[in-house]
C-alpha cells in the first residue's frame, strides 16, 4: 500500500519505517544500507555530459527516476530531474524556451488545479535545501532529450492551461535559468 508524506504528499519510501525524501533528510547514508551506496558513489558526478543528446529510458534509468514523470528526484543522491517531452495529445504541458538559458516549465499534475506539493514542492524548495536541479529538453516528438546543463528556478508564476480533458486551470510555471 502506498503511504504519502503529511507534509509534503511525497511517497513514503519504507526504510526500517516509512521515511519522506523530501522531508526526512539522507537517509541513504553507507551505514545505513551497503547496497545502495555503490549506487550513491556511481553518480557522485552526474552521469551526463551538457549539450549531449540522450534517451528518455536511459536518463531515467541512470538516475533512478521515475519512469514518466517529469518532474523527479534521484532517491540516492541528492538532485532532481526535469524533463521536457513535446507538448502533443498525450503531453499537455505546454513548456518553453522563454529566452537564451530561461526556459518555462510547466509543474506536475494532469488534471485539476495544480497543488504546491510533491514534486513541485521539491523542485520550489530544491535550493533552499541545497538540492540541484538536472534539465533534459526535447525538440521533436520521438527525439532523444538534449541535456542542459544544471538550473536553478528563478521564479514561479501561476498561469491558466487546459487540463487532460481540456478544462482550464490553474498550473505553476517553473522559470528554470541554466546555471553557466
Known sequence: MLKFCDKCSSMLIRKNNYKCFSCDGDFTSKSDNPKKTAKIDLLSSFPFKKGEYYQGKIIREKCHTHPQWGISQNPYDDYWIAIKTKKSKSNIFDDKMVSEGLYSYVGQGLTGDQVMN?????????????????????????????????VEVEKIEEAEQPDQYNIPRSVFVFFLRVIE
Open 118 to 150: 510533491s514534486s513541485n514542492y521539491g523542485l520550489k524548495n530544491a535550493k533552499l535545501k541545497g538540492q540541484k536541479i538536472h534539465l533534459f529538453w526535447q525538440s521533436a516528438m520521438g527525439s532523444d532529450y538534449k541535456y542542459l546543463g544544471e
